[in-house]
């Protein structure tokens, strides 16, 4: 159906069947590097004869969008990292062929691509009606799920008890989340809207990746965030600060704990601030430890 790139991801049929939208890129560079997003127009005989870049075909703008979804009315959205470098959702107006962006926001509502299938965004219900989209971001070092009205450009976080979101599919009057917290492991929630859709009614887990781990957490040390400048003038870095915790110990109050420093691999990988088993085995001994996030964390 297609070839001609190095690499494809994120074939996605329109809901009448007529078009098709995709990513592509090539070596040497990363798909978060640069990228190019295209709709396909399929032919009587199911191939895909027209086609239209719509992003990152431009050599003046270097970008690398992402995640393209069509909405219930055939509406194409996608996230891309055009102008201010940052990842931010757009939609493509197919009467005048021109890119929108839906709402600016210094923040990632996306990620470096590493597997296929990631989902940071979701339409809330499937009638024609609805405008909102639930989607997940990063900025300055923390992890929130937002709410935005794409007609209205009108936008308000949600709180949720998971500290970092990975993941986020929508139902009927609902959404599922992939995250996690200081305390709760990885795991899938479902998260009850109220009737205007505007706050979260119920958030329920259906999914751990550790049931039983509940009954360790009095031995849990929660993180302090911390955001400090670097070399470089008017940039900032952050890290999780771990301090030494377990409920049947208490250390002496003239003796300064030990000290982990922690580095992520890189560069596209970061410290999230949620429960690391590997992590509470030096806290629950007496070790301090501090996750940093170094310049060129994602």
Not at 10 to 34: C, G, L, Y
Not at 128 to 145: A, E, L, P, T
Not at 207 to 226: Q, R
Not at 233 to 261: C, I, M, R, W
Request: with cysteine; proline share 6%; charged share 20%.
């Amino acid at each position: 159906m297609l070839s001609g790139n190095d690499f494809y991801a994120f074939p996605r049929i329109d809901p009448t069947e007529k078009r098709m939208a995709w990513i592509e890129w090539s070596d040497p560079n990363m798909s978060w590097d640069k990228a190019q997003l295209w709709v396909g127009y399929f032919s009587s005989k199911g191939e895909v004869e027209k086609r239209i870049c719509i992003a990152g075909g431009d050599p003046t703008i270097v970008e690398s969008p992402t995640e393209p979804k069509w909405s219930s009315k055939g509406e194409l959205f996608f996230i891309t990292d055009r102008q201010s470098g940052f990842w931010n959702i757009y939609k493509w107006d197919e009467q005048s062929n021109v890119v929108v962006q839906v709402y600016s926001l210094d923040a990632e509502f996306s990620k470096p691509m590493w597997v296929y299938g990631v989902s940071s965004y979701a339409f809330l219900g499937n009638d024609d009606q609805s405008q909102k989209i639930v989607c997940c971001y990063r900025q300055n070092g923390k992890s929130y799920v937002g709410l935005l009205d794409h007609d209205s450009g009108s936008f308000s976080k949600i709180d949720l008890p998971f500290s970092a979101v990975t993941n986020i599919v929508s139902a009927d009057g609902s959404f599922y989340v992939e995250g996690a917290s200081a305390s709760l492991p990885v795991s899938i929630a479902k998260v009850t809207l109220d009737e205007k859709r505007t706050m979260a009614t119920d958030f329920s887990i259906v999914w751990s990746s550790s049931e039983d781990i509940k009954k360790y957490t009095p031995y849990f040390s929660l993180p302090e965030f911390m955001e400090f400048p670097t070399v470089i003038p008017g940039q900032h870095a952050y890290a999780y600060f771990y301090p030494p915790y377990n409920h049947t110990f208490q250390g002496s109050s003239d003796e300064k704990p030990p000290l982990l420093v922690g580095t992520h691999g890189g560069p596209t990988d970061e410290a999230r601030g949620i429960l690391d088993l590997s992590v509470q085995y030096w806290t629950s001994r007496g070790w301090a430890f501090v996750d940093v996030n170094y310049g060129g964390s994602a």
